[in-house]
């Protein structure tokens, strides 16, 4: 697909099998987007992201085009993106994406730092923004490839991590695990 994917504020869109939508655009530049699958009711995340940023989603990547808007609803450009070198996750793959959120069941997971040999994140009660919850609400896990991540409902097994390269975002590629 070379058409670019038009998203405004508070609308949605589709690729492959996620569906997208525009959350908000602070101070111009900072989007806000929300992933999900709609065929098995499963979100995929809440990324954080910024003009020129790479990453993945349905199986391949996107890169944020262009931020805009007319004076009262933001509005993004997306187009798919050929990351040479490096693999797309799986497309039935949880995908916790550097600077964003993954939310499965009651708990809620970000990446603090994401390299080859390992990665560390935080979980927390997902009902409570992260700058909200208390400490010892909050559990640390050092990750490595193949590691079990302990939630509440269910676990999560790493299947990748993928460090930053470019603009291309950092991220974990999991397996849900019952």
Do not use: C
Request: net charge negative.
């Amino acid at each position: 697909m070379s058409d670019s994917i038009q998203i405004i504020q508070g609308r949605t869109a589709s690729h492959e099998q996620a569906k997208l939508g525009l959350v908000n655009v602070f101070d111009g530049h900072d989007v806000r987007l929300d992933v999900w699958n709609p065929a098995d009711k499963r979100w995929l995340g809440k990324l954080k992201l910024k003009r020129s940023d790479i990453f993945p989603v349905a199986g391949g990547f996107l890169r944020l085009q262009d931020v805009g808007g007319d004076g009262t609803r933001a509005n993004v450009s997306l187009a798919e993106f050929s990351a040479a070198g490096i693999g797309a996750p799986a497309a039935d793959a949880l995908t916790l994406v550097e600077g964003g959120e993954l939310d499965v069941g009651d708990d809620a997971v970000r990446i603090v730092e994401v390299d080859r040999d390992g990665a560390t994140v935080e979980v927390w009660p997902k009902r409570y923004p992260r700058d909200l919850v208390e400490a010892d609400k909050i559990a640390s896990y050092r990750l490595v490839p193949g590691a079990s991540l302990p939630l509440a409902a269910s676990a999560l097994q790493v299947r990748r991590l993928q460090p930053r390269a470019g603009e291309v975002l950092g991220f974990i590629e999991f397996a849900l695990q019952h």
